[in-house]
């Protein structure tokens, strides 16, 4: 068990620019979560993934941001036009579930922290 | 809507001491769960614990000890006889069960220095 692995650590970025985080969820892991953390508070959820599927995505802070989990593995976080106010912690967390009802708990990454300047 | 609040923002202790950390929550669910999850430096949140609504078993852990009581909405987390190593962000955070259930409502976290 290798946990989630996220990359890149850190990214800087300029306002305006694309930039796409990954995740490698632990690999008997079915379900996949993306959430956002900024200074001073709990992490926020953004989207999740049930195999390939996206399931719930209301929660993405604009149309800017999409998400992809092809072939149900890895998956990757975009925000294209980067703003300053995205700047934040992204965090992928995975778990494994079975019944269709929440089962085990959510094992989350170290994160990757984006800066736009 | 669930809320979680986790009033105190940041404690210091010496090492050795005893220290509690508070959380309260708020949820219209008659089943949900509860946990706890620390954030080192590093960045990753490390699971610690979770708690199904029914049961109401207070639990320890080693140093780590929680306390749910229900007819309060509290779900309290105590570490006996801290270390340096115990220094994180301690974060609350509870889902309820069923459809929805992958979403958390975490609190704003409680900074937890101890001091050698």
């Known amino acids: 068990d290798t946990g989630v692995s996220q990359d890149p650590r850190h990214k800087i970025t300029k306002r305006g620019q694309n930039v796409t985080f990954r995740c490698d969820p632990i690999?008997?892991?079915?379900?996949l979560y993306w959430y956002r953390q900024t200074l001073g508070q709990g992490p926020e959820f953004l989207t999740y993934?049930?195999?390939?599927?996206?399931?719930?995505k209301s929660r993405l802070l604009s149309d800017r941001f999409s998400a992809e989990r092809p072939k149900g593995s890895f998956s990757t976080l975009e925000i294209q036009r980067t703003e300053q106010g995205d700047s934040a912690m992204y965090l992928c967390a995975s778990s494994y579930d079975l019944t269709g009802r929440y089962n085990s708990p959510l094992h989350f990454g170290n994160g990757t922290r984006l800066t736009v300047t | 809507a669930q809320k979680v609040t986790q009033a105190q923002t940041e404690i210091s202790v010496v090492e050795k001491e005893d220290v509690t950390l508070d959380c309260v929550y708020e949820t219209r669910d008659t089943t949900y769960y509860l946990f706890w999850y620390k954030q080192p430096p590093s960045g990753e949140l490390v699971f610690l614990i979770r708690?199904?609504?029914?049961?109401?078993q207070n639990e320890i852990s080693g140093r780590y000890s929680w306390n749910f009581q229900k007819s309060t909405s509290s779900f309290n987390f105590t570490i006996t006889a801290s270390q340096v190593v115990d220094s994180a962000v301690y974060f609350c955070?509870?889902?309820?069960?069923?459809?929805?259930?992958?979403?958390?409502?975490f609190g704003k976290g409680t900074k937890l220095s101890v001091i050698p």
């Open positions: 955070a509870l889902t309820h069960s069923g459809a929805g259930s992958y979403q958390l409502t």
């Open positions: 690999s008997e892991h079915n379900r």
């Open positions: 993934f049930q195999n390939e599927a996206q399931l719930e």
């Open positions: 708690r199904n609504s029914f049961d109401e």
